[in-house]
């Protein structure tokens, strides 16, 4: 069965520090991992995604997310948060073929500080 | 590019009510979804059609709710009767479903249908 965690409720940075948004998985052979972010009263946008190759993926925003296998890990990274970051991001997994299907994360509030 | 058309924003009914959504993808899109999004949660995956076809209905209460797409394009997501931990934001996604039934896809959504069951 697939599943992701993303542990934490919530993630404070201040601006101009970097930040990470953890996100761990599970699934049956190859993932097809996601973020998504979801600002108030909108409905959830693509940042970026990981099929397959280069373990750095980056995406919109100047966010990047690294694969690592032997962690089952996927978590979201940025060099220099800015205030307008601040939002629900969500992880997705999915895996191959037709038994699959996009399974999503309960969410962790990014809060940037001025 | 025109998104992902959800109605209404915003319903409000009684427990035991009926209520339906409608949703229209992005032109194109073979690949559709529902999910139910509770506050404070994650989405939740309700149904995912194929053009037509249902690829994934696990997760719906089948006593309760249904969804069609009659022709591959639009759909509605319907609830009957309600009951009050329906309350949640209905989302409406499509992708192009070109290859693994869309589960490599980048998902566009649509804003959302809140809806409260009172």
């Known amino acids: 069965a697939q599943s992701v965690a993303q542990p934490e409720d919530q993630v404070n940075v201040a601006e101009g520090n970097p930040l990470t948004v953890k996100c761990t998985y599970s699934?049956?052979?190859?993932?097809?991992l996601f973020w998504y972010v979801q600002y108030p009263n909108r409905g959830l946008q693509f940042l970026l995604k990981y099929i397959t190759g280069d373990n750095l993926v980056k995406g919109s925003y100047g966010f990047e997310a690294e694969f690592n296998k032997s962690q089952t890990s996927f978590h979201l990274k940025k060099p220099s948060a800015l205030v307008s970051d601040s939002a629900l991001y969500f992880c997705a997994v999915s895996g191959e073929g037709s038994a699959s299907k996009i399974i999503f994360g309960s969410g962790t509030r990014l809060s940037i500080r001025p | 590019e025109a998104g992902v058309a959800q109605s209404p924003r915003y319903k409000i009914i009684e427990k035991r009510q009926s209520v339906a959504f409608w949703c229209n993808p992005i032109s194109g899109h073979a690949t559709l979804y529902w999910y139910q999004q509770i506050l404070g949660q994650g989405p939740k995956l309700l149904i995912q059609?194929?053009?037509?076809?249902?690829?994934?209905d696990s997760q719906l209460p089948k006593d309760r709710f249904s969804a069609e797409r009659l022709k591959g394009v639009d759909s509605t997501l319907k609830i009957q009767p309600a009951k009050l931990e329906d309350s949640a934001v209905y989302l409406c996604?499509?992708?192009?479903?070109?290859?693994?039934?869309?589960?490599?896809?980048?998902?566009?959504f649509g804003s959302g249908t809140q809806l409260s069951v009172l």
């Open positions: 996604a499509s992708s192009v479903g070109t290859s693994n039934f869309g589960t490599n896809e980048k998902l566009f």
């Open positions: 059609f194929q053009n037509n076809g249902v690829v994934d």
């Open positions: 699934v049956s052979g190859n993932p097809y």
